[in-house]
């Protein structure tokens, strides 16, 4: 039997299959780390939740406290971040009512920030640092 490439995920502090997916999520959460003040501790990848009965899971959610502020949807390099991949991370996102929703391949990356309360939503030119959450 092949032993199938892996790599220690230092967010679920365990070794895990190292996936075309697998690898831009390892990529994207490091960077936020290194690059833009992110707490290791802030970052839960493959949070569960409930959506209409049903279990699904978000590749990974930032929270400030125990606030959801950034849902994020990794897809493989080679898949198209396109409207379905926006869909589902909104379908997500009506249970967590997270401000900002980032999409990322690797070589495209939306960031969007949602105002609830105007009912508005805005892309964003980057990701934003930590402390302006």
């Known amino acids: 039997m092949e032993r199938k490439p892996q790599i220690f995920d230092k967010f679920r502090k365990k070794y895990v299959a190292l996936t075309p997916e697998e690898e831009v999520r390892q990529w994207f959460c490091n ?7 992110y707490p290791l501790l802030s970052i839960s ?21 125990v606030t959801p502020m950034i849902l994020i949807e990794f897809k493989a390099p080679d898949v198209a971040i396109d409207s ?21 391949n690797s070589k495209t990356t939306f960031c969007v920030k949602f ?10 030119n980057d990701i934003p640092e930590y402390n302006v959450l």
């Not at 209409?52 to 406290?65: A, E, F, L």
């Not at 869909?87 to 996102?93: D, T």
């Open 31 to 37: 960077y936020l780390v290194e690059s833009k003040g």
């Open 45 to 65: 990848t493959e949070a569960g939740l409930k959506l209409n009965g049903s279990s699904r899971r978000c590749d990974t959610i930032v929270y400030k406290g």
């Open 84 to 104: 379905s991949v926006m869909e589902q991370a909104i379908s997500y996102n009506t249970k967590l009512k997270a401000p900002y929703i980032i999409l990322t």
């Open 115 to 124: 105002d609830f309360t105007a009912g508005t939503h805005q892309f964003l």
